[in-house]
């Protein structure tokens, strides 16, 4: 009886341990690779940046912003709000040399400290060549935050938000393409 006693205890104990692992764990957002761009869908609106790479977005479920900033960084920047959300993603670019110091500051600096969980990875074209770095992180709240910067300068990343809508954020990241080149 003593010994089932610790049977049934050690089973419980296990999956405990096991359910607290997999409840604790961060759910990575989705790789990707950087491909040329596909035709675009109807009802999608495509955002191209001033440095050659393009991102998709659905017109049902984002509504997108836009605008040229007088002062660095240069070329056109994007925010790509989630419908009925104050959740959103940011499309611009930013400098290597000065990245912490612009719209991307606390994606780069501040959130990697204070996460309870951070990862990154290589950003891979069709090729397998780098073409960029992608860095997730997850606070104590369980809230997930994203930056990715590409080797031409451009970048994307959004604030820590709940894993649901991190997820329809990573779409738009997911869906980074750059245009084919024109024959000479």
């Known amino acids: 009886m003593l010994a089932l006693v610790g049977l049934a205890i050690g089973i419980l104990l296990g999956f405990l341990v096991a359910s607290s692992f997999f409840l604790n764990s961060a759910t990575p957002p989705k790789a990707f690779v950087l491909r040329e761009c596909p035709t ?5 609106t495509r955002m191209g940046t001033d440095f050659g790479l393009q991102f998709d977005a659905s017109d049902e479920d984002f509504a997108i912003r836009s605008g040229t900033p ?9 925010v ?6 104050d959740a959103s993603l940011v499309i611009s670019w930013a400098d290597e040399a000065d990245e912490g110091a612009g719209v991307f500051g606390n994606l780069v600096f501040a959130y990697p400290v204070f996460s ?3 990862a990154q990875r290589d950003i891979l074209n069709e090729k397998g060549g780098v073409v960029g770095i992608d860095k997730w992180g997850e606070l104590n709240s369980r809230e997930r935050w994203r930056y990715v910067r590409f080797l031409n300068g451009d970048a994307a990343g959004y604030e820590p938000i709940n894993t649901r809508e991190a997820t329809r954020l990573d779409e738009v990241i997911s869906s980074a393409c750059y245009l084919p080149r024109l024959p000479r």
Do not use: E, F, I, Q
């Open 40 to 44: 675009l869908s109807p009802g999608r």
């Open 70 to 78: 007088d002062m660095p960084p240069p070329g056109r920047t994007y």
């Open 80 to 85: 790509v709000r989630l419908k009925g959300s």
């Open 116 to 118: 309870r969980r951070l």
